[in-house]
């Protein structure tokens, strides 16, 4: 496949902090890809270097074969950025439309309100928009231009669940006519939902990359959970199969690789009640994987 975004060896310092650290991350066109990690492991610096607002300590950037400043100048990038400000002494169709006329093929002004949601409040000045709103006339503006790639960095954070649904259809349907989006996300349903690819940072490093699926398989194994009395650790640890055992009061979490040899071995020795099995889930496989903690 056609390269949409390259890093190669990227590297970028803050004094003493290491934000990056010999990063290698390649995006196909038409892939969509979930950027994961704690706070502090680089998502935001990973991006912004990657849309040439950042220069790289050491290491090289392409996007679509051209510089990152090439490819904004030649409207291939829209983006939605975090901490973006917007002008708020105009009305939003005045900004989209604006906006839209920098672009040397945008799409129609209407149909980039009406994706984001926005024709409700068009003739609104921005200043006086919830936060929520705001963040829909973001996006209306990444779209503003029709790009081939499209940068999302935290991309739902205000909106409500109606419109989160919405971002997420416009963007599942641009990547349906061949488009690229890049996201970075703290809600890891998102990623499991819509990402192709998953790439974990933790330090400044990817360790982890691949389909969601293939994340999870790296921590492996299933949770068994179930209630029991006086637990002790020890005991159940030498379960056949069990790798980790977490207890909280009564309710105990057996993680196996063996779920069938570890339930046999468990309903010989103990009085167990309300069983469960669990397969490992994303949020498990980003904590294990990076070190951090995520909602």
Known sequence: MPTALELKA????????????????????????AVLGPNGAG????LSIALGLLSPGSGVVGVFGRTPVEALQAGEVGVLLQD???LEDVRVDELVTAVAGMYPHPVPVQRAMRAAGVEEFATRRVGRLSSGQQQR????????????????????VGLDVESRRSLWQEVRARTAAGRTVIFATHYL????????????????????????S???SLVGGTEVRFVLEDADVAELAILPGVRHVRIEGRAVTLRTDDSDATLRGLFAMFDVSEVRMMSTDLEDAV?????GRER
Request: hydrophobic share 45%; proline share 4%.
């Open 84 to 86: 973006s400000g917007l």
């Open 214 to 216: 293939a994340i999870k």
């Open 10 to 33: 990227v590297s970028k310092r803050y004094g003493d902090t290491v934000a990056l650290d010999g990063v290698d991350l390649s995006v196909a066109e038409g892939e969509t890809v």
């Open 287 to 291: 904590i294990s994987l990076t070190g």
């Open 43 to 46: 998502k935001t610096t990973m």
């Open 137 to 156: 006339v973001r996006f209306a503006l990444a779209l503003a231009g029709d790009p081939k790639l499209l940068v999302l960095d935290e991309p739902t």
């Open 189 to 212: 349903t998102e990623a499991d939902d819509y990402a192709d690819r998953v790439v974990l940072l933790a330090g400044g490093k990817i360790v982890a990359s691949g389909p969601v």
